[in-house]
């Protein structure tokens, strides 16, 4: 799912993602062009490629021929490269990747550390959002997998981002 934030900051205006990338027996060919507000949804098969369109949208994996721009800001291109860190972006994984020797609040503001635009106001909305303030000084190991996953939205939310990127 790809959400964007329109609140505190102007909307994205559009966001469009090409990718090409081909693997033994898997080719991903994407050129999508998305509404910059509200919620788009990616769907299909299981191993179609959504996870890998996000992942790239991110800059977690590099696509060699591949573009994405959110808003007008070019995030990735033939001349340009900003890493996942810069991309005013917030990501929640298929799983929720907590680490496990930080409490639920050690973590929510691990993610905010290598960033300047999450705050200890919008790490406060998020808790309240997303009901986890009982959690905070909870272990990962003792969660749900319910408890951890609103974690992790929590997480980044927290970034005030200006496009979320759920997978599943």
Sequence with gaps: MVS?????????????AQFQLAWPGFQLDVDLTLP??????????????KTTVLRCMAGLSRSPVGRCVVGGVTWQDHQQWVPTHQRDLGYVFQEPSLLPHLDVMGNLRYGMKRSQRGSSALLDQAIDLLGIESLLHRSPRHLSGGEQ???????????????????E
Excluded: N
């Design 36 to 49: 910059g507000a509200g919620i788009t949804v990616l769907f299909g098969a299981s191993g179609s490629g």
């Design 4 to 16: 964007t934030r329109t609140q505190e900051r102007s909307a994205v205006s559009q966001i469009q």
């Design 149 to 167: 996953q609103r974690v992790g939205i929590a997480r980044a939310l927290a970034l005030g981002p200006r496009l979320l990127l759920m997978d």
